[in-house]
C-alpha cells in the first residue's frame, strides 16, 4: 500500500529533512508533530508505532477522548487548538505543552490550573494579521513573552504560528520570517526566562518546505500523514 499512514510518514520525513538540507540546516533540528485531528484512535496509534510520537491535538474534547487508546504508547501530546479557558484543567493535565498562549488572561489560567505540575507553552503570534487567525500581534509578542516567562511554573519554550493562507510563497515565507524573527528578539533580549525559548512551530502539510527555510524548529503536519480531513 503506497497510501499507509507508516508510507507517508516516511514520505514526509524525507520531504522536511530535504528542505533542511537545502537550507544548510541539520535535519535533526526540526522536528515533526502530527497534527491528529479528526484521526480516529487505530490510525493515531499506527502512526505513533511507526514513529510519529509528537502528536498535536485541536479540540479538548478530542484529546480526552483519544489519550486513554494510546496511553500504553509512549508519546508526547501538545495542545495547537484555540483553548477556551474552561477546558484549559482538562487540556494542562494530558499534554506537556500548550503551544497556543495568545494572551496573558490564558497563560495566568493555565498556571493556575498546572500548578504544582508545571507546563511548558509556546506563545501564539499572528504573522500573517488575517483576522481568522488567532495569535498576539507581532508588535506585542515581545511583552507577552517576557510576561509569560515571568509566571512561576509555565516554561516558555518558543513560539508557534499558524501561516499566512495564500498561494503568494512570499506571503507564506514573510508570515514565517516574522516568528523567526519575534524569536530572536526576544531570545536576545536576555530578559529572564526567555533564554530557551527558540522553539519556532510553523508549517504544515502545504508549506513546510518554506518554513524550514524559514527556521522551522518544529512543523505540524496533518493531511501529509493521514489524507485529507472529512469536511
Ligand atoms: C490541522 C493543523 C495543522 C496541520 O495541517 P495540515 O495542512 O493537515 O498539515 C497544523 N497546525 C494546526 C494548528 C492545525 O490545526
Do not use: W
Amino acid at each position: 500500500m503506497s497510501d499507509d499512514v507508516a508510507t507517508r510518514l516516511v514520505a514526509v520525513r524525507t520531504r522536511v529533512a530535504d528542505a533542511a538540507r537545502a537550507a544548510g540546516r541539520d535535519p535533526d533540528g526540526v522536528a515533526l508533530l502530527l497534527a491528529v485531528k479528526t484521526v480516529d484512535v487505530p490510525r493515531v496509534r499506527e502512526a505513533i508505532a511507526a514513529g510519529g510520537t509528537l502528536l498535536g491535538h485541536n479540540r479538548a474534547q478530542e484529546l480526552a477522548a483519544t489519550e486513554p487508546g494510546i496511553d500504553d504508547l509512549a508519546h508526547e501530546s501538545h495542545f495547537i487548538g484555540r483553548l477556551q479557558s474552561n477546558k484549559a484543567g482538562v487540556v494542562a493535565r494530558a499534554v506537556r505543552c500548550v503551544q497556543t498562549v495568545h494572551d496573558l488572561a490564558l497563560a495566568q489560567r493555565l498556571q493556575r490550573v498546572a500548578g504544582e505540575a508545571g507546563l511548558a507553552v509556546m506563545v501564539q503570534v499572528n504573522t500573517s494579521g488575517e483576522d481568522s487567525k488567532s495569535g498576539v500581534a507581532p508588535a506585542a509578542a515581545a511583552d507577552l513573552a517576557a510576561a509569560v516567562a515571568d509566571l512561576p511554573g509555565l516554561t516558555l519554550r518558543g513560539f508557534m504560528t499558524i501561516g499566512a493562507h495564500s498561494p503568494d510563497l512570499g506571503a507564506v515565507r514573510a508570515s514565517y520570517e516574522a516568528l523567526a524573527q519575534v524569536r530572536d528578539d526576544v531570545v536576545g533580549s536576555g530578559y529572564p526566562g526567555t533564554a530557551h525559548a527558540r522553539e519556532l512551530s510553523m508549517g504544515m502539510s502545504g508549506d513546510l518546505e518554506t518554513a524550514v527555510a524559514a527556521g522551522a524548529t518544529m512543523v505540524r503536519v496533518g493531511s501529509a500523514v493521514f489524507g485529507s480531513r472529512p469536511g
